[in-house]
């Protein structure tokens, strides 16, 4: 019996939880998964400081100051201001005790030992304590993926290191005598392995520390020890091919000998159909279709969101729909994933085929940004119509 895409993913993540996080040095978290929600723990700026170069003062009417004193960042003014002097100050530094205001070195004349200062309001080109975060206040959430703006902030508030999701442990093993390493001589029906390359790309992608791929022979007993190796090194194992039911398709059995359990076999999905999938003490496999387009489209759809839920992270990010600028053609009995190209305008995505769509047509998946998935049915999405559609980046 066939199950829907949704009903797979739903198998999926029911077996899909979060591994134990990790704590890391800021320097090391860029792409990693917030596993704390981070609040402030002290003010941003710590003080108040000026935000020109200029003049500090208390504010008043336009008048002659004479310069008592220099604030400089780093290096704070010894002295508290009176009403009637200024302090030189510059930007960042802070601002005077006793002073409530500045006033900016364009806006002076300065002669010496004095300054000629206008008329000034409190609180000019002051930056306040903790304007920009306040200590307590929360200001990142779990779950967000860390990037340059969030690792900045997460440093100007003193945070040496962070708790992250962990980077599952993915082992990528393909099956079939007829494949041979890019670089090796082409042998009379041979072909390259691709999948090895393409899934641990996509992998790495999800936020996995990808194990060397490996090629494995159609033999039960090699298959067998493989799938056992890469159990016990990774959380979750990707292996392609193999898993029909020929003579020649020895990933099943060796599974079911493993005690690895399936949830299912077998998805309404085209390029896509065989896939399998089973776990075994919360390690995760996945068994890829060989083909190359239906191995991509089934880690996309399957893999992907596992890897996330294991890290942290949202499963569905990459889910949102998108105008067909053509008209795409529905399966009557099985939903469909094309690899489409991805513009943005002012209505918001818009989505077309990248080329032919076999799913042994690799080049299909160049300049794929996008899979559009089309919902089983009779006649097509009309060209205009809305799609769902998975972002590939
Ligand atoms: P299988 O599922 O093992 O029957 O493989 C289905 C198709 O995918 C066959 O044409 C295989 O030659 C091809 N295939 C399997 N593994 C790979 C791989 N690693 N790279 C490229 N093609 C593959
Ligand atoms: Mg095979």
Redesign the pocket.
Known sequence: MLISIAEARELVLAESRPLPADQVRLADALGRVLAEDVSAGEDLPPFDSSAMDGFALVAGPAAELPIVGESRAGHPAERVLEAGEAIRISTGAALPSGADAVVPVERVEATDGHVTVPDTRAGANVRRAGEDMRAGEPVIAAGTELGPGELGVLAALGRAQVRVGAMPRVAVL???D??VEPGQPLEPGQ??????YAVAAQAARAGARVLPARIVRDDRTATEAALAEALAQADVVCV?????V?PH?HVKPALAALGVEERFWGVRLKPGK?TWFGARGGKLVFGL????VSAMVTFHLFARPALRRLAGADPDDARTRAVADVALARSPDRDQVVRCRLTLREDGWHVEPTKAQGS?VLSSMLDAQAFALVAAGEGAIAAGERVDIELLR
């Open positions: 393909v099956t079939g007829e494949l072909i390259r392995n691709s999948n090895g392609s091919g193999g898993v029909s020929g398709d065989p279709p060989g083909n190359p042994h």
